[in-house]
């Protein structure tokens, strides 16, 4: 089955009801060729909108001709801030008090990022269950769901309970400094596969408790993301054979993206992932613009045109919270018959 260019983008669902500007928005988005639209849904433990305001923003977006029914959740939160960018950000970043941060290998705790344990897992369940009851059927799940904060590292939560709960698993007890002693030197493979088998299984126990019936989950892969990070595509296909993807690629900056590295990363990490993904239709881009401005619309198409290149059909725009202005779109616009010409020969 082929499978056409599809633009998609997330917006907020209070201000789809209460703010002009991002209802000025909509039309310049749909004449620019954005089909599928993802409201916010789940943030650090609160709904971003009410659900009256969700429910009510996707009933008004389907009248405007977008696909919808459709949820961006941030289920563990971000490491710093990751959606206004900005320093007086209005934006409530912390977690629930019901909840813990994850604690790195040195013993800090990563803000404002949790760790998963039953308690968020269940939290986020129920959220999923009520976005579901007011007519979400896909919930795309955010990149910070991994274990770690950076691909090179090799994740996981170091925090006493984490640490307890890990030797239940594996007979013997590490404490933090020697357990992340031991895992960064990689001297111990039995140790080391178990650590990685345990937190990418934490991921999967998540997402399963997530995917009530009727609901698609997806889960968004960092650049260069793998099982030392949590995420292990192969077993989340099998163990959620509906499961999406987003293959990330970083680079939300010019000076990130115009380094001969930003482009070959790119590239690298989106391809790695989506022979691993194996479906087209269920692998996006993550086309990101963060913060505000810091990517130029020149490049954030040649961003487009590297992935359609690569065989992305979902382009899957992001900026955090800010709302995409108009040079993006223009731009976007202006380029689109040559991402679908390009999307036709991939």
Excluded at 205 to 210: D, G, I
């Amino acid at each position: 089955m082929s499978v056409k260019l599809n633009l998609n983008y997330n917006v907020s669902a209070h201000r789809v009801l209460h703010d002009r500007k991002m209802r000025d928005m909509l039309p310049i988005m749909r004449d620019t060729g954005v089909e599928t639209l993802w409201l916010f849904g789940y943030f650090y433990g609160r709904f971003e909108s009410t659900l009256a305001e969700i429910e009510a923003a996707n009933k008004y977006l389907v009248s405007e001709g977008f696909t919808v029914n459709r949820a961006i959740s941030l289920p563990v939160g971000h490491p710093g801030n990751a959606l206004d960018g900005d320093i007086s950000s209005h934006t409530d970043l912390t977690i629930p008090d019901t909840w813990h941060y994850r604690v790195d290998g040195e013993g800090r705790n990563t803000y404002f990022c949790a760790a998963i344990d039953d308690v968020m897992i269940k939290d986020n369940a129920e959220a999923a269950r009520q976005l579901r009851d007011i007519g979400m059927t896909k919930i795309f799940y955010d990149d910070d769901l991994r274990t770690s904060s950076t691909s090179r590292i090799i994740g996981g939560c170091f925090c006493e309970k984490c640490l307890k709960s890990f030797a239940e698993e594996f007979g013997t007890y590490y404490d933090r400094q020697t357990l992340h002693t031991l895992l960064r030197s990689e001297s111990n493979e039995e140790l080391t596969e178990a650590w990685t088998a345990h937190n990418c299984n934490a991921v999967v126990k998540l997402l399963k408790a997530v995917t009530h019936e009727g609901l698609t989950s997806g889960i968004m892969v960092a650049q260069g993301g793998k099982r030392r990070n949590g995420i292990d595509i192969p077993l989340i296909k099998k163990e959620l054979p509906g499961t999406f993807f987003r293959v990330g690629e970083g680079n939300f900056r010019d000076e990130d993206f115009e380094r001969e590295e930003g482009k070959s990363g790119l590239i690298r990490s989106l391809l790695t992932h989506k022979e691993l993904i194996g479906d087209v239709s269920k692998t996006y881009s993550e086309t990101t613009v963060f913060p505000a401005r810091a990517l130029s619309p020149e490049n954030m198409v040649e961003k487009m045109r590297i992935e359609v290149k690569n065989g992305i059909k979902n382009i899957y725009l992001m900026s955090g919270v800010w709302l995409i202005d108009e040079p993006y779109w223009a731009a976007i616009k202006k380029a689109m018959p040559e991402l679908i010409a390009l999307s036709e020969q991939n």
